[in-house]
């Protein structure tokens, strides 16, 4: 209802005879009762606060764009300018430094242009008004001058200091990582102020690297008290009375399959053939809701959090561990609770039968990918000899996984093969290894069964009728697919139907592109050229999979979207979903659905940064050895080269000393002004590591000419070349600024 009476607000205001009016007007045009502008007034006051609308010094309401404002999110520079990103989607705002005003990045701002776009230069413009600051705390490096302490922030795009009076230090001491709450929000020509809340530890402290990204991106880490009474009345263990009124599939052959390191186990799957040679297929889902009530401390901290987070060294549960690690994990040779899929599937991939309900299970075998893989592609004896009641079940799941597999490549689902990054730590956190994780054929297996399983659950419950939480990917921007055709098109490639595409011809492109040096750097731009998938109560499909319904019901362990839904159809099942809880459900799933989805996009900012903290860590002591690599992406300011072992880092533009380089953005190339030599992507380059910081998360390379070196590279250990010439140390040297003075190195001043 507050949501139609917006649109309608915003509508009117839209109308081109639409002149700004005061209060009281717009109360008798919009013809309100007077016992209800109490109301309108409070609506008004929020539209504003969301900048929907704008109320003028004098007092008069419009919408922005009607007022020459734009509404959107500040996205802030490292070097003291910004973007806004209009919450319409337009063109985005380019601000100066001397015209951000206070505002910081992530606030949500009200920006004037002041210049319209014209060649290759964006539109600009000064933000007038700082709808909603998201920075409430700052994590950073403490440090103090005589009077007074500063932070800098860790975040670089967090550009300025914020100033600490003395009687807010608490305790801090140089150099140490603290957390911030602010108390003063920036205004122009003024830093922010604040007081210091916490003290993470030392800079180089076991653990504090990682403590600091979680707390930088409001990661809750410790449950609270309510949160643990709570915990200590669910039962370790199955209760007898539990199993009523369940289907019970105890003696029905199952197993997990999952990463050697997991302890959260959300599924299992089971596969029988049918007499007429159909796959009768089983996805059994841990049972959470049975233990995390609605409106209990545990549901609504699990709501709160949104999701697990994984980082290299530890994992902060949605659930506490005795819950995700215990009693709905599904732990191998016990029973456990689950929500059970059935379904019946022709050798054609076609679900022609399913059935869905809650059931009691017993995991036969706890195995890992690396084990299925073993046992599947490499014929390991020992493994075949010790899992031989599966050996049937895993050549089954095989078959069917690729019959999966290729009917959802017809249909078009996009499937980009990027190799993942694992970071290996010791007991202290300190990275001692990074490889390249590949996908193999027993994770597509489990791949393959939850996407099924959750496209048959999301059609079924969609066809009912009920409210539900669907994940959605809508389709690209006509405008991001037209640029990316113009990129493919220097490379040979062509996308059909560009400005209405669909997932198929990004599929063919990807396709062609395989085993090509090109491959990583096309999959990359056509993965940013695409929308972020989301969650909605609001039915849409999924560009990506291709497929007119999905959800995610698969993972209640460690997403909340999972959990709400098993709710509502356990509640459906059983009969319990009447219309006042249908309307209940309604009135939140909008809400649940954007808490969900911006507690994703926090784990996976924070999960990648981490992964490049730890990246960065791994080679601070690798600085001068020589390695080969592969040019990952070529942009204005240089070079970007990947490693076998996916490290990648930027090799600048003003460290290639033998000529004047251009940058041809159409063909994603550097050519040499005099010698005209090119680098492309896909080219085998040697470069020298002459800088890794954790703090800016960034690896700096050189170019090393073949002929400036005679070792010999083994990239798969990084072992360094032992021969390293004087000119070398030479670039190293200009690189960080530094010159020559009687033998010795001294650092230029800035």
């Not at 009762?33 to 929907?52: F, Q, S, V």
């Not at 050697?260 to 809701?289: M, N, P």
């Not at 909008?590 to 940064?609: F, G, K, L, T, V």
């Amino acid at each position: 209802m507050m949501d139609e009476r917006k649109n309608r607000i915003v509508s009117f205001m839209r109308e081109r005879t639409y002149k700004p009016l005061k209060f009281e007007e717009l109360a008798v045009v919009l013809d309100v009762p007077p016992d209800d502008r109490i109301e309108l007034k409070k609506l008004l006051n929020e539209m504003e606060a969301n900048g929907l609308v704008i109320k003028t010094r004098k007092e008069r309401y419009g919408i922005p764009e009607r007022m020459g404002l734009i509404a959107g999110r500040f996205q802030g520079n490292p070097k003291g300018f910004g973007f806004v990103l209009p919450d319409a989607g337009d063109e985005d705002i380019f601000i100066p430094a001397n015209n951000i005003n206070g505002a910081m990045h992530g606030d949500r701002v009200i920006a004037r242009l002041s210049s319209k776009a014209s060649g290759n230069k964006h539109q600009e413009g000064e933000i007038v008004n700082i709808i909603e600051h998201v920075n409430k705390n700052i994590v950073g490096k403490f440090d103090m001058s005589e009077h007074f302490g500063f932070v800098t922030p860790d975040h670089s795009r967090l550009s300025g200091d914020i100033f600490i009076p003395r009687e807010f230090i608490n305790g801090a001491q140089k150099r140490q990582k603290v957390v911030v709450e602010i108390t003063k929000w920036p205004e122009k020509n003024r830093n922010a102020e604040g007081r210091i809340i916490e003290i993470l530890g030392n800079e180089g402290e076991k653990g504090v690297d990682v403590m600091s990204i979680i707390r930088a991106y409001g990661i809750p880490y410790e449950f609270p008290d309510n949160v643990l009474q709570e915990v200590k009345t669910v039962p370790e263990r199955v209760l007898e009375d539990e199993y009523k009124n369940r289907r019970d599939l105890r003696s029905l052959r199952m197993v997990t399959i999952d990463g050697e390191d997991a302890r959260d186990l959300d599924d299992a799957v089971s596969i029988e053939i049918l007499s007429d040679g159909k796959f009768r297929l089983g996805v059994h889902i841990a049972d959470v809701t049975h233990y995390v009530k609605e409106g209990s401390a545990l549901d609504n901290e699990a709501l709160k959090r949104g999701t697990s987070v994984y980082f290299p060294d530890r994992v902060i549960p949605m659930l506490p561990r005795e819950l995700s690690n215990n009693i709905c994990s599904l732990n191998a040779n016990t029973d456990r609770l689950a929500f059970s899929v059935m379904m019946d599937i022709d050798p054609s991939g076609n679900v022609v039968d399913h059935d869905i309900f809650e059931s009691v299970i017993h995991i036969n075998e706890r195995m890992t990918y690396t084990d299925v893989y073993k046992i599947l592609e490499e014929e390991d004896d020992e493994l075949k000899e010790r899992y031989k009641e599966h050996l049937a079940d895993f050549e089954n799941m095989k078959a069917l996984a690729s019959i999966l597999k290729e009917k959802r490549r017809r249909r078009g689902s996009v499937d980009f093969e990027i190799d993942e990054a694992k970071v290996i730590v010791d007991d202290n956190g300190k990275t001692i290894d990074i490889v390249r994780y590949k996908m193999t054929i027993a994770n597509n297996i489990i791949e393959e069964f939850m996407l099924l399983c959750n496209e048959v659950v999301s059609e079924h419950f969609y066809w009912i009728g009920i409210p539900f939480v669907y994940r959605v990917h809508e389709d690209p921007d006509p405008e991001k697919m037209e640029s990316l055709n113009m990129v493919l098109g220097t490379f040979g490639y062509r996308l059909k139907g560009y400005r209405d595409v669909h997932p198929k011809a990004l599929q063919e492109i990807i396709n062609q592109i395989k085993g090509k040096p090109e491959e990583k750097a096309i999959s990359m731009i056509i993965l940013r050229s695409l929308q972020k998938a989301r969650y909605s109560d609001t039915h849409d499909w999924h560009f990506g999979l291709a497929a007119e319904y999905y959800s995610h019901f698969t993972s209640p362990i460690r997403r909340y979207p999972d959990l709400i839904i098993h709710r509502i159809m356990k509640e459906q099942i059983s009969g319990k979903l009447d219309e006042k809880r249908i309307d209940h459900y309604r009135s939140i799933l909008n809400s649940i659905a954007q808490i969900s989805s911006e507690r994703e996009r926090a784990a996976q900012d924070a999960e990648r940064d981490c992964i490049d903290l730890k990246k960065a860590e791994f080679m601070m002591d690798k600085v001068g050895e020589q390695f080969q690599g592969t040019i990952s992406n070529i942009t204005a300011f240089g070079i970007f080269v990947e490693l076998d072992n996916t490290i990648e880092g930027l090799v600048r533009l003003s460290s290639i000393d033998d000529d004047y380089y251009n940058y041809n953005e159409r063909a994603l190339c550097l050519i040499g002004e005099r010698t005209k030599k090119i680098y492309r992507i896909g080219d085998k380059v040697k470069v020298q590591l002459v800088k890794a910081c954790t703090e800016t998360r960034q690896i700096d390379f050189i170019l090393i000419e073949e002929n400036e070196d005679n070792g010999i590279i083994n990239n798969n250990d990084i072992r360094s070349t032992k021969t390293k010439k004087k000119k070398d140390m030479d670039k190293i040297l200009k690189h960080i600024g530094a010159k020559k003075n009687n033998g010795k190195s001294v650092r230029r001043s800035k």
